[in-house]
């Protein structure tokens, strides 16, 4: 029932008509499932360049739709139907606010995926997202974890912001490099 309800508020705001658009313009084989999630596979159009992506309550792939439909790819299925219910709440607002949080997951960590919100709050495992490693001016920001003296060190700031900086050492107070 709640996806079916993400379905027609995405119909009602217009992104799933975009995404069946784009999946007609890229002439994709189109699955319809149960709780009406559309999922277009055979995606040929080079971008994004992603294997698979969601518009609206449509899922793009460049695999066959039988591909996503199959039970070993349950939770990534699952990820981007959680997208769709992204979408049933920003409606078109969606796509500057994803690619802002592109932005900034890029200057956090190096990728356009791991430190975005939207990718996060999908399931970044479930989505084929590895766990972020901060950049070393993003990871120096960190507070550090109750009794550490150092900031930025230690499990501290945001759990699904794990990880050291890029950096794999640090200098010492005589200037010499000590490995972590």
Known sequence: MRQRTRTTLTWLNGTTPVGLALAV????????????????GGYRLPVPRQACFTVGAV??????????????????????RRHTGQ?????????????????WSYA?????????????RAGLAAGGYPEPTL???????????PGQGTAGRGPGG?????GRAASSSRRRRDGTRAAR
């Open 25 to 40: 313009l890229a002439r994709t084989t189109r699955r319809r499932t149960p709780d009406g999630l559309v999922v277009a």
């Open 59 to 80: 899922v793009l792939t460049r695999r066959p739709p039988e591909w996503l439909l199959h039970p070993d790819r349950a939770d990534l299925l699952g990820h981007e």
């Open 87 to 103: 979408y049933a709440l920003l409606g078109p607002l969606f796509w500057p606010a994803y690619w802002l949080a592109c932005a």
């Open 108 to 120: 956090l960590t190096g990728g356009y995926g791991p430190g975005n919100v939207f990718e996060r």
């Open 135 to 145: 950049r070393p001016w993003a990871a120096a920001l960190r507070p550090a974890a």
């Open 158 to 162: 945001e759990a699904a912001l794990r």
